[in-house]
């Protein structure tokens, strides 16, 4: 008999409440580095981390999640990359990484959830913990303005490029 499949979840403390993430769903996680917050950010966008001179959108995931209304200022806070390079995630801390069977998570029906945003159940200990999806956190127009964000910060980068400085 084949034991049964396990998946690998990164537990998440996002303002007070776990949650957890797939972990083939983030490709890294920083501490939290210094993030560029332009005027026209607003709601859940924490700012950009300029990774590589692209300027990456970070969204405050107990924001975007209504769990905390205001930037908490805590240094210590981590920053998930997201695996396909589109975003990254503003946690409170990364608490643990679990190994859970089959048999300890529960798909959640996509009609329950804004989007489809809580696919599954996962037991950890005595409670249930909601496991995100990445790919649902955002609508798809919320991805748009959150992308055209992203285009409007490159373009302010790009003005200030120091190879046309002779």
Do not use: K, W
């Amino acid at each position: 008999m084949a034991p049964p499949s396990t998946t690998t979840y990164l537990v998440l403390d996002v303002a007070g409440t776990p949650c957890a993430l797939p972990r083939e769903a983030v490709r890294e996680i920083l501490p939290l580095p210094h993030l560029h917050a332009p005027p026209a950010a607003a709601g859940p966008l924490a700012g950009f981390l300029n990774l590589g001179g692209v300027p990456l959108p970070v969204l405050d995931l107990a924001r975007l999640l209504g769990l905390r209304d205001a930037s908490d200022p805590d240094p210590y806070r981590h920053v998930l990359l997201a695996a396909d390079g589109s975003l990254a995630l503003l946690v409170d801390r990364v608490l643990d990484v679990i190994q859970a069977g089959a048999d300890t998570v529960r798909p959640v029906a996509e009609g329950r959830t804004l989007n489809g945003c809580i696919e599954a159940e996962v037991a950890l200990g005595d409670r249930l913990v909601h496991v995100l999806s990445m790919a649902r956190l955002l609508t798809a127009e919320e991805r748009e303005r959150v992308a055209a964000l992203g285009r409007r910060a490159a373009e302010r980068l790009a003005a200030f490029d120091l190879s046309a400085v002779s």
